[in-house]
């Protein structure tokens, strides 16, 4: 293939973003939904992109597109291409707009512990002379902090789809909360278990009245279980020292707790939590005029796209 081959053939950005979605999704009408497309626009911009590389990408498997070798490598850097652009535009933004003043945040602890400091620092780097201020509580917390206009920005975990409004939120990434104990505790060693082994265990909840509570208790309840509830908090501070003492069970972040077992302090129990809390979302509110809000969320953003 000559070297210049793809800057004379004018390959075009929505084509890479076909690409890239078919690559995650594997289906020709699921990219067409996302994109809010017809599927024959989707299927002219696939035959596109092999006219334009002259290579072949895709095999069709009923109604699946498997992708070659080329056409694997090829998304890959697609999307590495693209979040390269969505970096640039950021970039050129805040430099433009030479940012400065104070961003409030609202977040909730779980996604503290995710997002921060990697997220805290690239919006250092796009806006050196503006500060942040971090504010943790309950999502139903926040949210009222938002509407009051005490906070710029909630990030939060999803415990009801309809508090994800379009244009004034966005999914940020997926990481559920999972059940840990300490490594010392007797079901620590299990392989496998059902939730009816934990019909006598003692729980390190959320704090009652709020989202986190309410979700944790339709879990259990879905699966027969009243929980004897020993602690209340929303301090991963306090969660993680009182699962290493003690036999207590407890929620944590699927990334932290794979953190944490690696380093051998806590053991992540094999059961389903059927992807609690999984989805942490960004919100703002409407007619906020804050240019730090956009430039925050643009960097979560990034954060979930280098994940």
């Avoid at 970039?91 to 400091?117: C, F, R």
């Avoid at 902090?145 to 309809?162: A, H, I, M, N, Y």
């Amino acid at each position: 293939m000559p070297s210049n081959r793809f800057f004379d053939a004018d390959l075009k950005v929505q084509q890479l973003r076909v690409l890239v979605q078919l690559h995650q999704l594997g289906k020709v009408q699921k990219v067409a939904d996302v994109l809010h497309v017809s599927q024959p626009a989707i299927s002219k911009q696939l035959r596109e992109i092999e006219i334009v590389t002259g290579v072949k990408l895709f095999e069709r498997i009923g109604n699946r597109i498997e992708f070659t070798a080329v056409g694997h490598h090829l998304a890959r850097r697609a999307a590495q291409i693209l979040q390269d652009l969505r970096s640039l535009e950021t970039e050129v933004a805040a430099l433009s707009q030479g940012l400065a003043g104070e961003l409030i945040v609202g977040m909730v602890t779980t996604a503290v512990q995710v997002l921060v400091p990697e997220v805290l620092l690239r919006f250092r780097q796009l806006a050196p002379n503006a500060s942040v201020k971090l504010m943790e509580g309950t999502a139903g917390e926040l949210f009222r902090s938002l509407e009051k206009g005490q906070v710029d920005l909630v990030v939060c975990r999803v415990t009801d789809k309809r508090t994800l409004k379009p244009g004034l939120s966005n999914v940020l990434l997926t990481d559920p909360l999972v059940v840990c104990c300490s490594k010392q505790h007797p079901l620590a060693l299990s392989t496998k278990l059902d939730w009816s082994d934990m019909a006598k265990q003692d729980w390190i909840a959320p704090v009652s009245g709020s989202p986190a509570f309410d979700a944790f208790i339709r879990l259990l309840e879905n699966h027969g279980l009243s929980p004897s509830i020993a602690v209340q908090t929303i301090s991963i501070t306090a969660i993680i020292p009182l699962l290493e003492a003690s036999t207590l069970i407890g929620l944590l972040p699927l990334s932290m707790a794979k953190r944490l077992a690696l380093e051998q302090r806590i053991a992540i129990l094999p059961l389903d939590t059927d992807n609690l809390l999984g989805q942490i979302s960004a919100h703002w509110k409407s007619g906020d005029t804050n240019p730090l809000t956009g430039l925050m969320t643009d960097c979560l953003k990034e954060f979930n796209q280098r994940r």
